[in-house]
T-cell receptor
Framework: SQKIEQNSEALNIQEGKTATLTCNYT??????LQWYRQDPGRGPVFLLL?????KEKRKERLKVTFDTTLKQSLFHITASQPADSATYLC???????????FGSGTKLNVKP | DAGVIQSPRHEVTEMGQEVTLRCKPI?????LFWYRQTMMRGLELLIY????????DSGMPEDRFSAKMPNASFSTLKIQPSEPRDSAVYFC?????????????FGEGSWLTVV
C-alpha cells in the first residue's frame, strides 16, 4: 500500500532562516502533490500544488520541489517568521480523487 | 463565498447517543469529503462523494458510521451509537475538478467528545 512520510518531530528554527520540510512517498506515482497549512483548532488550508511534470513551484516566500525519481517533495519557507509556525501537511493525488492521501504533517516552530 | 460550513462546531455527548454532523460545501464544487483527525492517526478520509454519489466509503470505520448527501448543498455524517473512541475532530471539505487543481477546501471542523 502507499505510504507518505513526513517528519513527525517538530522543526524548530530561528526567525529569518529558511525552513525546509520533507515529504517522502512510496508505492505510488502521483499526478500532483499539494501542501497545506494547519493552525491549531482550524482546518487545513491549501498553499501550493505542483504537478508531476513540474520540478519547482514558487509563491511569495514559499517554494516547493517535486522529484518523482526520489519520490520526494521539499517545501521551503524563506525568511521565516513566527507567524509561519503551524503544522504543514503534504498530500498526493491522481487525476481524480480515486487515490488521494494526506501525510501526517510536520509541526514548524519559528522562534523570534 | 462563505467557504465550507460545518455544524455543530463542538459537541459533547454520552456514549450510545446518536450524533449527526452537518456540512454545506462550497457552491459549485463537485466533490465532498468527510475526514476525521486525531493525534494518533492524523487525517483520515472516511468517505467522499462526487456529484452527490458516494464514491469511496472504505474509510468508514464500521457500520455505526453513515453519510448521506441528499443534494449538492448538504451532507450529513451520522454516528449511531457513539463510542468514546469516536472522539475526534471531523472535517468536511469540498473541491472542484482537476482543472481547478483538485484543491480541497476544509471547513473549521466539528469537535466531537463522547463521554
Amino acid at each position: 500500500s502507499q505510504k507518505i512520510e513526513q517528519n513527525s518531530e517538530a522543526l524548530n528554527i530561528q526567525e529569518g532562516k529558511t525552513a525546509t520540510l520533507t515529504c517522502n512517498y512510496t508505492n505510488y506515482s502521483p499526478a500532483y502533490l499539494q501542501w497545506y497549512r494547519q493552525d491549531p483548532g482550524r482546518g487545513p488550508v491549501f498553499l501550493l500544488l505542483i504537478r508531476e511534470n513540474e520540478k519547482e513551484k514558487r509563491k511569495e516566500r514559499l517554494k516547493v520541489t517535486f522529484d518523482t525519481t526520489l519520490k520526494q517533495s521539499l517545501f521551503h519557507i524563506t525568511a521565516s517568521q513566527p507567524a509561519d509556525s503551524a503544522t504543514y501537511l503534504c498530500a498526493l493525488g491522481a487525476y481524480n480523487f480515486n487515490k488521494f492521501y494526506f501525510g501526517s504533517g510536520t509541526k514548524l516552530n519559528v522562534k523570534p | 463565498d462563505a467557504g465550507v460550513i460545518q455544524s455543530p462546531r463542538h459537541e459533547v455527548t454520552e456514549m450510545g447517543q446518536e450524533v449527526t454532523l452537518r456540512c454545506k460545501p462550497i457552491s459549485g464544487h463537485d466533490y465532498l469529503f468527510w475526514y476525521r483527525q486525531t493525534m494518533m492517526r492524523g487525517l483520515e478520509l472516511l468517505i467522499y462523494f462526487n456529484n452527490n454519489v458516494p464514491i469511496d466509503d472504505s474509510g468508514m470505520p464500521e457500520d455505526r458510521f453513515s453519510a448521506k448527501m441528499p443534494n449538492a448543498s448538504f451532507s450529513t455524517l451520522k454516528i449511531q451509537p457513539s463510542e468514546p473512541r469516536d472522539s475526534a475532530v471531523y472535517f468536511c471539505a469540498s473541491s472542484g475538478d482537476y482543472s481547478s487543481g483538485n484543491t480541497i477546501y476544509f471547513g473549521e471542523g466539528s469537535w466531537l467528545t463522547v463521554v
